[in-house]
T-cell receptor, first 114, second 109 residues
Framework: EADIYQTPRYLVIGTGKKITLECSQTMGHDKMYWYQQDPGMELHLIHYSYGVNSTEKGDLSSESTVSRIRTEHFPLTLESARPSHTSQYLC?????????????FGEGSRLTVL | AQRVTQPEKLLSVFKGAPVELKCNYSYSGSPELFWYVQYSRQRLQLLLRHISRESIKGFTADLNKGETSFHLKKPFAQEEDSAMYYCAPFGTGGFKTIFGAGTRLFVKA
């Protein structure tokens, strides 16, 4: 079944650790996005990609990095996690063709840095 | 600057009452407007888009370009409508969607 998957769903780690949040989609979409969301707050776009080897920074500055080596995979990496990185991270994808702007979201990865 | 304002963080109504969730936006160009919804323990999903001019689960939304508003309305709220609602313009130039802070709708029995 076509879907978008995020792992891990929950992660608690110590300061200074390197972490990678995985996002994969089987929907055949070209565009993929990472949003950061604090509880009760709006979603902020931190990274997006139009396709393979394309990555752009979003509207909210983030110390994380992303890569897009395969169409279906868009991982997010934090080289050295800090408590300020504690948040929920949502991955989304959408079609590139035409003007379709509908986003399909994963279930999210909730990160806690101690 | 691109901005979306949802003035109510929490909206509480009784079952059967009309509900209106407000959204005002400031966005260059002519964005497409969307409403997304997140029910308890479910992922964020599309509720409706303005170009479809359709009613989903009894909700409608009218785009007012003069007032740059895209308010979401339902004449008779149901308990299952309790959820978090986000207004989200999509820029066809940069293919990016920005989100408002969201409004939590609570429908009381």
């Amino acid at each position: 079944e076509a879907d978008i998957y995020q792992t891990p769903r929950y992660l608690v780690i110590g300061t200074g650790k390197k972490i990678t949040l995985e996002c994969s989609q089987t929907m055949g979409h070209d565009k993929m996005y990472w949003y950061q969301q604090d509880p009760g707050m709006e979603l902020h776009l931190i990274h997006y990609s139009y396709g393979v080897n394309s990555t752009e920074k979003g509207d909210l500055s983030s110390e994380s990095t992303v890569s897009r080596i395969r169409t279906e995979h868009f991982p997010l990496t934090l080289e050295s996690a800090r408590p300020s990185h504690t948040s929920q991270y949502l991955c989304a994808s959408s079609e590139y063709k035409g003007r379709s702007g509908e986003l399909f979201f994963g279930e999210g990865s909730r990160l806690t840095v101690l | 600057a691109q901005r979306v304002t949802q003035p109510e963080k929490l909206l509480s109504v009784f079952k059967g009452a009309p509900v209106e969730l407000k959204c005002n936006y400031s966005y260059s160009g002519s964005p497409e407007l969307f409403w997304y919804v997140q029910y308890s323990r479910q992922r964020l999903q599309l509720l409706l888009r303005h170009i479809s001019r359709e009613s989903i689960k009894g909700f409608t939304a009218d785009l007012n370009k003069g007032e740059t508003s895209f308010h979401l309305k339902k004449p008779f709220a149901q308990e299952e409508d309790s959820a978090m609602y986000y207004c989200a313009p999509f820029g066809t130039g940069g293919f990016k969607t920005i989100f408002g802070a969201g409004t939590r709708l609570f429908v009381k029995a």
